[in-house]
């Protein structure tokens, strides 16, 4: 990993993308809190907000595919996040005039997600370009390390800020974040071949459709795509939940529950950090299907967190389930862009991330729903019980009778896929060695 950030323009890439990290770990903690602390949401309310934000994929996950396989990718990126740093910023203006809503703060978070959509089916599309596919385990391991490093850092500096200048002033670190990250992607040297010509723009629906058809003929992504469905209903509603109830449940201060999100997301560093390693011991098949078992196991026990030594249950239990999560997204991740013809990536990355985050914002509603009729503890009991299923699907599906990815059967891929196989000089079955 050390040796890959000697690259430059990965370099720019991995730098740009932890210092908006690090705004987005502030955003995690402050924008809830802007619902929770300044306009007094009820839980139901800091539900709908949050799913307003992973709601985005539903209106442009596909469509965003597309664009990326279309539009040069680097453009495509950095307009993401000048857009981001806008919006982001319209926040603390309204609340200094005083027109600060909760409507507004959704239709906030519902236009920054669309942005968010864009950006993150377009980075691992350009990541390919800019490191060989022999490390992009390693590539991948790296940017999610710089991802839970600012999780770690992130919410103690934004409990920090929020008890200092409040939530809605603290939101101005992400949007300077986001104006870093575009400025490290405009200096990078890589260069991007063309993207193949489409003279018929009418044929939007038509590419969608290979980019469905191939994660449907595939058994890697079609099983990379249901886990992700699965797991990421139960994380929506944790990530829904989980503030409500160390705010208000525990009585938890914003400075603590930030130290805590920050102790706990040292397990998403280590995980990233392993995941490489890992994989080459064991085989990526074993890690992933491994990483699910921590996963479930370690959620358990987070809904017994309490005040004293009890807020220990919450730093264990989540340490371990960020590691997993950390050690799954970048194998999963790694094997995709391995295994995916590049002409189609976009699509494909877009298809299984929008199948993987259409559950959020149902995962959101009901955690919120059950968290206003019981309890939010009562909320991260049922939600801890069905992530138990990630572990088991993982060993019926087919990456829990191989070693490695590579050894999973491709399957038919039809007309569509085989065109764009070709067309991009390489079997669509081909992976790592």
């Known amino acids: 990993m050390i040796e890959l950030l000697r690259d430059r323009d990965f370099a720019l890439l991995w730098a740009g993308q932890s210092v908006s990290q690090l705004g987005t770990a502030v955003t995690y903690l402050a924008f809830p809190l802007v619902a929770v602390v300044t306009l007094g949401a009820s839980a139901f309310q800091v539900s709908l907000v949050a799913a307003a ?41 309204a609340w200094a005039l005083h027109l600060l809503t909760l409507g507004y703060l959704a239709l906030v978070a519902f236009a920054v997600g669309v942005l968010t959509v864009i950006f993150d089916v377009g980075y691992p599309a350009f990541l390919p370009s800019v490191v060989s596919r022999e490390r992009l385990v390693d590539g991948n391991g790296a940017l999610v ?24 002033l603290a939101l101005l670190v992400d949007g300077v974040s986001f104006l870093v990250s575009a400025a490290g992607l405009a200096a990078m040297r890589t260069q991007v071949a063309p993207r193949p010509q489409r003279p018929d723009r009418q044929r939007l629906g038509q590419e ?31 990530e829904a939940v989980l503030l409500v109830f160390l705010a208000r449940q525990v009585g938890l201060s914003p400075a603590l529950i930030g130290g805590m ?32 078992v921590a996963m479930a196991g370690s959620g358990l026990i987070i809904p017994l967190t309490g005040k004293g030594a009890n807020l220990l249950w919450y730093v264990v239990g989540a340490f371990v389930l960020t590691l997993g999560a950390a050690v799954f997204n970048v194998c999963a991740r790694a094997a995709i862009q391995v295994a995916t013809p590049e002409a189609v990536l976009g699509r494909v990355s877009a298809t299984v991330r929008l199948l993987g985050r259409v559950t959020m914002p149902s995962g959101a509603l009901v955690a919120g729903a059950v968290a206003g009729i019981f309890t939010p503890r009562t909320a991260l009991v ?42 991009s000089g390489r079997p669509h079955g081909e992976a790592a060695k």
């Open 261 to 292: 999100l920050a102790l706990s997301s040292i397990g998403g560093l280590l995980g990233a950090v392993v995941a490489a390693p890992l994989s080459r011991w064991a085989g990526d098949a074993r890690v992933l299907t491994g990483a699910g």
């Open 53 to 93: 934000s992973t709601a985005a994929w539903l209106v442009v996950g596909l469509p965003a595919g597309a664009w990326v396989d279309r539009a040069p990718g680097r453009l495509l990126l950095i307009g993401a996040d000048l857009g981001r740093a806008a919006l982001i910023t319209t926040v603390p203006v």
């Open 208 to 238: 969608i459709l290979v980019g469905l058809r191939h994660v449907r003929s595939h058994a890697l992504t079609r099983t990379v795509a249901i886990t992700s469905a699965l797991a990421n209903f139960v994380f929506g509603g944790y």
């Open 145 to 168: 390390a710089s991802e839970s490093a600012a999780t770690i850092a992130g919410p103690g500096l934004g409990g920090l800020l929020v008890q200092l200048a409040g939530a809605p």
């Open 382 to 423: 049922a939600l801890m019980v069905l992530l138990a299923i990630v572990p088991a699907w993982l060993f019926v599906s087919p990456l829990g009778r191989v070693l490695n990815s590579s050894r999973i059967d491709s399957g038919d891929c039809g007309p569509d896929s085989e065109q764009t196989a070709a067309t």
